[in-house]
């Protein structure tokens, strides 16, 4: 094999990519501007919509206890609420999104409570519906306290401590570092938009080097140079390898940027509100992921992308024409992303039969090293097995490259 | 020189079953000689010529290009092939220049030398005017001109036409013709292929006329002439056919 042969194919295919709109746009403006836009964007959106729902003062009705006034009358007092007057067709008024959640009180039910008959108070909401969901937790705090008042008069009217029924106090506090929490989060998240990233960067650039050099009638003209056939494969696979790591490096390079400018702006505000109440307190945290995990990552990414390239320039120099190239590769990439979603579904964790499972593996890799675990025998596993696959694919690349009725194939 | 020997090629075809494009063919063509492979559109012609530039593998048979067998040392005959089809394009992003850089490249040639090949090629072939255009904007016969330049940048010992002249204004044609007389003044072997009867006659020493896959007959005009005892190359191509089919 002749290295400067190889070159000469990689350089041809990189100047002719280059001057390639849809290559460009697919291999660079993309991964830079549009998919991280999209991606904050939605994130951005989805939280700020949380955000509003939980700012918002909570719509709630409260339907029945005639008799019982002061219920209706210590959630006024509260202010953290909304009260709607009650309305006949509440089930419905939920669904409408009118009011929240609905508290249920039978007419008569200070009177049962006098006679020590035990009511039912039953809150209504819908499930699903965030903001219905806001109001139901709320309005069952406000419930709970209310019933904790109850009891508290009683056992004071009886002449026994709060004790006698709450023996002890119960509280619930998270030990997880930050990154541990950061790692769970994006664990899932980063390796999923990775491997989409590898695999869209390769498609265009696997595509127009194979089925479209065939379309366009210039693969017999290559054919006929001294070349060899594996110099000619490797040279256009380094170019299809090109694609697929500059658009994923774009595309991370893109989001890291955004988000440590945003990170900063969202952190410098919260310290200034925190400075400017005079107070301390836990802002909640911020999500991290462990640095070297992302090093880790990179490294499992290489064989990946090796992979995928070789993959798609193989089923790509199957096809007749650019468009049957497509038509083979979009659907393949919902094959793709499956292991991807399934690596980021809770409870399953690496082990050494999911070390073998080619993308699984890395999506479940990933969300370990993100969250600073690293299991050296499964990283190895998972480098060397895929590295393996990624060979095995370069090789089929190669013997499909010599196969007469693939070339010229019509 | 060329030596084809009993070369066969079939093709399996999903629709069609098993084809025998191109079968037993044997033929000589020495250096400073055109030989003419005349045959109708099916013929077995554009195969032929792929196997001899070592693009299609022989199912049997074989052939010797420049003391190379094809079969055995496929990238040592492509070094001595220049291989010029309808079927070669041009890269269409890539300037005419670049174009014959690229495959001087890939023949191992150093920089310096491309350089001046490239600019003897464009002042023979009056390519000046449009060597750093590219490609899918250069007229057709701009881009025949910039496709001799790239089968030629590596000096070739042999060539190999399949229809050369296919598609092209008159103007165009003639010079392509021009062009292979000329391959044939500076000792090239050249192999031609054509459907056209009166191409033959204007470049080709010898002829082979191939049908169904088989090569009828060959020899110069002036013996199959003699052995059909016809004058015109038309009436010569149908006897011969039209005997083989009755046969
Ligand atoms: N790659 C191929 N697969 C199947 N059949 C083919 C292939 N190439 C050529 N053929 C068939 O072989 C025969 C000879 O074709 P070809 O050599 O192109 O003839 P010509 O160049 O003389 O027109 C035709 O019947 C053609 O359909
Ligand atoms: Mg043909």
């Not at chain 1, 998270?174 to 938009?193: D, M, S």
């Not at chain 1, 499956?338 to 890799?365: E, W």
């Not at chain 2, 001799?148 to 002249?165: G, K, N, Q, S, Y």
Request: charged share 20%.
């Amino acid at each position: 094999m002749n290295g400067r042969n190889v070159f000469a194919v990689f350089a041809k295919e990189l100047k002719d990519a280059l001057r390639d709109r849809r290559t460009l746009f697919s291999t660079l403006i993309i991964p830079t501007f549009v998919i991280p836009l999209l991606s904050f964007g939605t994130l951005g959106l989805g939280s700020k919509m949380v955000a509003k729902a939980r700012d918002q003062k909570p719509v709630v009705m409260i339907v029945g206890g005639d008799d019982a006034p002061q219920v209706a009358a210590s959630l006024a007092k509260l202010g953290r609420f909304e009260i709607v007057p009650p309305r006949a067709g509440h089930e419905q008024l939920i669904a409408d999104k009118v009011v929240g959640a609905v508290l249920l009180l039978p007419a008569d039910f200070a009177a049962a409570l006098r006679l020590g008959e035990v009511p039912r108070a039953t809150i209504l909401h819908y499930e699903g519906e965030l903001r219905s969901g806001f109001a139901a937790d709320e309005l069952e705090r406000f419930v709970r306290e209310f019933r904790e008042q109850q009891i508290a008069a009683t056992l004071e009217a009886k002449g026994l401590p709060l004790r006698t029924v709450r023996p002890f106090e119960l509280a619930r506090r998270n030990v997880a570092p930050p990154e541990k929490v950061g790692g769970n989060l994006l664990g899932g998240f980063v390796p999923y938009l990775i491997i989409v990233l590898c695999f869209t960067g390769a498609m265009y650039p696997a595509i127009d080097v194979t089925a479209g050099e065939k379309e366009r009638g210039t693969m017999e003209t290559l054919l006929c140079s001294p070349a060899a056939r594996v110099e000619i494969v490797l040279g256009k696979f380094l170019l299809v390898l090109t694609g697929s790591l500059t658009s994923m490096a774009l595309s991370l390079g893109s989001m890291g940027a955004t988000a440590m400018v945003t990170g900063a702006l969202m952190h410098g505000g919260a310290e200034a509100t925190v400075a400017g109440a005079g107070a301390g307190g836990g802002s909640g945290y911020v999500p991290m992921i462990a640095p070297l995990g992302l090093l880790g990552v990179l490294a499992l990414v290489l064989p990946v992308a090796v992979l995928f390239s070789a993959l798609e320039f193989t089923i790509a120099l199957f096809a007749r024409s650019t468009k049957e190239a497509q038509s083979y590769l979009g659907p393949l990439m919902l094959v793709v992303l499956m292991p991807a979603i399934v690596g980021m579904l809770p409870g399953i964790d690496l082990n050494t039969t999911l070390a073998f499972v080619p993308l699984l593996n890395l999506s479940l890799a990933c969300k370990e090293m993100l969250s600073g675990v690293w299991h050296w025998p499964y990283l190895a596993i998972i480098f060397f097995s895929t590295c393996l696959y990624a060979a095995g694919a370069l090789a089929l690349a190669v013997r499909m490259f010599n196969r007469e009725d693939v070339i010229f194939r019509t | 020189m060329i030596e084809a020997r009993h070369l066969s090629k079939t093709f399996a075809d999903r629709k069609r079953g098993t084809i025998h494009a191109v079968q037993d063919v044997s033929f000589q063509v020495e250096p400073g000689q055109i030989y003419g492979l005349l045959g109708a559109n099916g013929a077995g012609k554009t195969t032929t010529l792929r196997l001899l530039a070592t693009l299609l593998r022989p199912s049997s048979g074989t052939a010797v290009i420049g003391g190379h067998d094809v079969g055995t040392a496929p990238e040592a005959v492509r070094r001595q092939v220049g291989f010029l089809a309808a079927s070669t394009a041009l890269y269409g992003r890539l300037t005419a220049r670049e174009m014959i850089a690229y495959f001087g490249r890939l023949h191992g040639l150093a920089e310096p030398e491309i350089a001046q090949r490239t600019t003897r090629l464009a002042a023979e072939l009056e390519m000046d005017d449009f060597l750093d255009r590219r490609c899918d904007s250069l007229s057709t016969g701009m881009k025949q001109k910039t496709s001799i330049a790239r089968t030629l940048i590596h000096d070739p010992a042999v060539m190999i036409f399949d229809e050369p002249t296919l598609g092209l204004d008159v103007m165009a044609a003639r010079a392509v013709l021009r062009f292979v007389r000329d391959c044939r003044a500076r000792g090239k072997t050249v192999i031609y292929s054509t459907h056209v009867m009166s191409e033959v006659e204007k470049v080709c020493d010898r002829v082979g006329i191939i049908h169904g896959g088989r090569l009828l007959a060959e020899g110069t005009l002036a013996e199959l002439a003699a052995r059909t005892g016809q004058r015109d190359m038309e009436e010569i191509f149908v006897q011969l056919v039209t005997a083989e089919v009755a046969a």
